[in-house]
């Protein structure tokens, strides 16, 4: 088992990452103290098909099991409060309950919420079984739920007391669940690593196909390379961990506007890294050099580049971003491969006429 630790000056954690991992968990969590009743929240999918090792690995803990549904779904006001009531019911006298996040990005994402509410905040654990999760978002603690208007524009910063990173779950994934992880780790290396960024490229076939050796490089690069970024800005105060935005200013929007059923998170980002690379160039910041490397490793690992969309909504979406302040966009652009940089006031006209271009170009 590799650790990478999280120094934080209030709430430092360890990401542990480990094939088997999932079957010793219960010692793992039991070591952290941090009480003895689980609330489980999982998704409809991971729970009915690891329903059986669920059981088998927590025995010995009592624990309630939540089940919400699987991808965006699990991210509205109706989930968090399922949760909410589930931790209420079960909240007694001499109970210490803490949360375990079993799933995806959107199961860590609201049920890391609820922990953060709930009593002004109860611990949880994070057990992410999708790529994307495992690399991106069962780290750094940001919680959020979706409203129609936009992506994640309800959340806290939270952080777990650990992450518990099993790559073995990574053989139930469909194709398109593990693009989804794929762009993501793309997004690490144009923002922090032209190495990995490389490595990603000549090595795309062993990922595609999950070769162990390649997965656990995968993972252990980029969840250092976050437990880095968020070390030095855990609450995105200072601009630093604004990086880790590069391509989602437009995959944000793309996802509101599609209602999160569309096109998928993994879809949307790549398609948004794209736009800012094209939009760097426009500003005079990256080559034409830089725009070809991305759209040579997101075909290679056959991820999107293109989508045909609404210009007026998707820029409406846009202005609901977090990252539009002030009335200007505050944007994560390319310099070159493995550094990026954040800027503000782009004129309003470059946004919409990148986007035009952006379709035409591809």
């Known amino acids: 088992m590799k650790t990478i630790k999280i120094k934080l000056p209030e709430s430092s954690y360890n990401i542990n990452i480990g094939p088997n991992l999932f079957r010793n968990i219960l010692p ?6 941090i009480g003895n009743f689980a609330v489980i929240v999982s998704s409809k999918a991971v729970y009915s098909y690891y329903k059986a090792q669920i059981e088998k690995n927590f025995k010995g803990l009592p624990c309630k099991i939540i089940v919400l549904p699987n991808g965006e779904g699990a991210k509205t006001k109706e989930s968090l409060f399922k949760i909410i009531d589930g931790i209420t019911n079960v909240d007694k006298l001499g109970r210490k309950i803490f949360l375990v996040c079993l799933g995806g990005g959107t199961i860590g994402d609201v049920g890391a919420f609820a922990a953060s509410i709930y009593k002004r905040g ?202 539009f302040i002030r009335g200007k966009f505050r944007f994560v652009a390319l310099r070159k491969i493995g550094q990026v940089k954040v800027i503000e006031n782009i004129p309003n006209n470059l946004i919409r006429s990148t986007l035009q271009k952006l379709n035409a170009s591809v």
Do not use: W
Not at 28 to 33: A, F, H, V
Not at 128 to 150: E, F, M, N, V, W
Not at 187 to 196: E, H, N, V
């Open 28 to 33: 793992n969590i039991n070591r952290l103290k």
């Open 122 to 323: 109860i611990a949880y654990v994070q057990i992410p079984t999708t790529l994307l999760s495992q690399i991106d978002a069962g780290i750094g603690g940001k919680t959020a739920i979706d409203l129609r208007q936009a992506k994640n524009i309800l959340g806290t910063f939270y952080q777990p007391k650990a992450v518990f990173i099993d790559p073995l779950f990574l053989r139930t994934l469909s194709e398109k669940e593990l693009k989804e992880g794929l762009s993501e780790a793309v997004k690490y290396g144009i923002i922090r690593d032209s190495r990995f960024f490389y490595f990603l490229k000549e090595n795309y076939r062993n990922l595609l196909s999950l070769r162990p050796s390649a997965i656990l490089r995968l993972i252990q690069t980029c969840a250092a390379i976050k437990a880095k970024i968020v070390e030095k800005d855990e609450k995105e105060k200072k601009g630093i961990r604004t990086v880790l935005n590069f391509g989602h200013t437009l995959a944000h929007a793309i996802e509101a506007v599609s209602k999160y059923k569309k096109i998928s998170h993994g879809a949307a980002v790549s398609v948004g890294m794209l736009y800012a690379a094209y939009l760097s160039h426009s500003l005079g910041l990256c080559s034409h050099a830089e725009i070809k490397e991305i759209k040579d490793i997101l075909a290679k690992l056959k991820l999107l580049v293109k989508i045909n969309f609404d210009y007026a909504k998707i820029y409406k979406a846009m202005s609901y971003d977090k990252k």
